[in-house]
């Protein structure tokens, strides 16, 4: 399968013009719907329309963040600052945040050693990293999702498995370029952003991504990390 550049700057404009108009789309009804009402609106409708209007902004930010990671690490001007990391306490961070569509879900179970396992890389990238692998396998997998944490010297090893729809064979070379979304996702919310912030975020922590998929089987997302100290 061949992927041109007239492709892949019709997927960009088309995932801009539909990342930027939901939202907007949204923020729009909303704040007519509360100019209209004249301060006589229910008041739970009223928390409902707000919310739904910080979530369309929450969603506009997360969009421009990501592009303008990209754009960052395109000009080489990403940056790690390590420090020594407790990875466990990363994870259960990462699995706590709100603003992610994971939150709360009992559906990742999480294989870690027990004792304290301590790495020395940049807490804030390696978050952006595991928060956007795991992101894809929840909205592409209904089933449970496994990540496993392993270590061995001077390398940190995460490995995050589904059960969803996988990748198509033919596409699997294409999947870290922005904006790139397969064919079999496509009627899926999303902004073929993720495994692009996902691998950039890695390169910066001298690291790679390893994907294995099988169609309508799962993905396995393999991250391996160096560490600074070597």
Do not use: W
Request: hydrophobic letters at 40%.
């Amino acid at each position: 399968m061949e992927y041109s550049s007239d492709q892949n700057i019709g997927q960009i404009i088309s995932s801009l013009s539909h990342e930027l108009r939901t939202p907007l789309t949204i923020l729009s009804s909303n704040l007519q719907l509360l100019k209209s009402s004249n301060q006589n609106l229910d008041p739970t409708l009223r928390a409902e329309t707000f919310q739904l209007c910080e979530e369309a902004l929450t969603a506009v930010s997360r969009f421009l963040d990501d592009i303008h990671f990209i754009n960052l690490s395109n000009k080489n001007e990403l940056k790690q600052t390590p420090q020594d990391v407790d990875i466990n306490q990363l994870i259960a961070k990462v699995l706590e945040s709100k603003n992610t569509c994971f939150y709360n879900s009992n559906r990742i179970h999480v294989f870690s050693p027990s004792e304290a396992l301590v790495f020395k890389t940049d807490e804030t990238l390696l978050t952006k990293v595991i928060t956007n692998l795991l992101s894809n396998a929840y909205k592409f997998s209904a089933k449970e999702i496994a990540l496993r944490v392993s270590n061995g010297a001077n390398q940190l090893n995460i490995e995050i498995q589904d059960q969803g729809v996988g990748i198509p064979a033919d596409q699997i070379e294409f999947i870290f370029m922005p904006f790139y979304r397969c064919e079999n996702v496509k009627m899926l919310s999303g902004t073929g952003l993720g495994l692009s912030v996902a691998q950039k975020a890695a390169n910066c922590l001298n690291g790679e991504i390893i994907i294995d998929s099988t169609l309508s089987k799962g993905t396995t997302a393999k991250l391996k990390i160096l560490s600074d100290e070597r």
